[in-house]
């Protein structure tokens, strides 16, 4: 799915989400299978799976499309990646297969993930800061104690989550909470992402908020890299 720049209306990277096209029951969502993968321990080899091909598909997206700065990818992480050790090392091995510039990924990692191994967390992100890496908290504001935990990571983005977004334009205290957050990041040097876009008065509310990128169905619905490709070549601006 697209993440669009509100300075410039241009998309400038991309989140991968996975599909599964099961043989007879169709497409099955990530929130029915994920969590099965992760209990049966398969979730290992599906997210380095993931992770490749995200990085495969971005170096050709850069490739066919080059842009100062480059365009990124944005992949989740689930909790039981994020605590392997080797996971950094996993990364190295992907980044120079597919011969990707570190700070062009960005993992995105739940907030109750960091939350519930807040020492391990400590050590594992700086590791992967270290390798250039961009780290971003996803579904910012579902938990508690985020406040504390902004200031304690090495994130380079903040991702709003949708709950938020959906609601800032019908109920202000919605939109209270989005500006602290906006504030907040931008006064840790970090940059928004808000999620969930569907209305153009949720984008024009975002950009008077200074939030510098948005991801939703108003600029694009997840889509299947080739579309991508033909997206890109229009180049849409919103
Ligand atoms: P997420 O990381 O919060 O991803 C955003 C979800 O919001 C995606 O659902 C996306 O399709 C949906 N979305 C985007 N724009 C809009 C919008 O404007 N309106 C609405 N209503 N929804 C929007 P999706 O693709 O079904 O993924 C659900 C969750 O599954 C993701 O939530 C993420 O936690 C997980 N997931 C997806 N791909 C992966 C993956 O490769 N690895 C892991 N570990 N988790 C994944
Ligand atoms: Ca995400
Ligand atoms: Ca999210």
Redo the contacts with the bound molecule.
Sequence with gaps: ?PIVSLGSGEIEGF????RWHHPSRGAI???EF?PIAEESGY?NSI?LW?LREACKQLRNLQKRFPRKPPLFMS????GV?FLRADLGTKIDQVLRETGLRPETLKL?I?ESVIMEHAEYSDQMLNQLKQQQIRIAI??FGTGYASMSYLRRFPFDTVKVD?SFVRRMSLDPESAVIVKTIIDMAHNLAMDVVA????QPEQCELLRGLNCESA????FA??CEAAALESMLGTQPKW
């Design positions: 799915q989140e991968a989400l996975l969502s990530p929130t994920i979730i997210g993931t992949v989740n992480l689930s990646q995105e739940t996803d579904d949708q999620e969930g876009v569907e991801q939703g169905f108003l619905r997840p």
